[in-house]
Nanobody, 122 residues
Framework: TQILMEFGGRSVQAGGSLRLSCENS????????MAWFRHDPGKERELVAA???????SYADSVKGRFTISLNNAKNTLYLQMNSLKPEDSAMYYC????????????????WGQGTQVTVSS
């Protein structure tokens, strides 16, 4: 059973905006670190943004000031608002969760979505 499912990826022009959504069907948000990773072929999967159990957020340096992670508890949905998109933001974006505090280590995340593709053209 898929617990996390991402939506919202599509092709967009550089400078544009997208909002990705991650719907949760089985996790208690308050117990989990929720994170967005991205993977571009030929590169390692990287942590883009994370929302910790205490409500604090963290971002990769490459997206600071442009991306915002947020949570709507009522809708059971995690978001990633992406503004001022650049071609280098093109990747498959994944929602992930782990019990406890956030980490950049992929192996610590047990639950993953199937990914949603973001393509930014110049």
């Amino acid at each position: 059973t898929q617990i996390l499912m991402e939506f919202g990826g599509r092709s967009v022009q550089a400078g544009g905006s997208l909002r990705l959504s991650c719907e949760n069907s089985g996790l208690t948000w308050s117990s989990y670190c929720m994170a967005w990773f991205r993977h571009d072929p030929g590169k390692e999967r990287e942590l883009v943004a994370a929302l910790d159990t205490d409500g604090s957020t963290s971002y990769a340096d490459s997206v600071k000031g442009r991306f915002t992670i947020s949570l709507n508890n009522a809708k059971n949905t995690l978001y990633l608002q992406m503004n001022s998109l650049k071609p280098e933001d093109s990747a498959m974006y994944y929602c992930a969760a782990r019990v406890g505090y956030c980490s950049a280590s992929l192996s610590l995340y047990k639950d993953w979505g199937q990914g949603t593709q973001v393509t930014v053209s110049s």
